[in-house]
């Protein structure tokens, strides 16, 4: 992560670029639900469960019929879909 301005976060890895803006909307975050889809939901999972210092919730893995997914509310009380699809699903 690199911080560009005190509102503005920019996330990296490989060839995929996630920018994270600091904003407010109460009807947006409550209503906002985001997919971000990995390749191990584990190691997801082991960095969910360590992070300190933000006002987060998440629930266990999930096995559903396409795959596995963690439930997390960020800060903003937005939903995260953190998946894991079967590989034949990709």
Avoid: R
């Amino acid at each position: 992560m690199d911080y560009a301005t005190e509102e503005l976060s920019i996330f990296e890895n490989g060839g995929c670029t996630f920018f994270l803006q600091k904003t407010y909307n109460q009807v947006l975050n409550t209503q906002l639900m985001l997919q971000l889809s990995v390749v191990d939901i584990n190691e997801a999972f082991q960095v969910i469960s360590h992070l300190k210092g933000f006002d987060i919730k998440y629930e266990p893995i999930k096995v559903e019929p396409w795959g596995k997914v963690i439930y997390l509310w960020g800060p903003s009380g937005e939903l995260w879909h953190v998946t894991e699809l079967n590989k034949a699903s990709c």
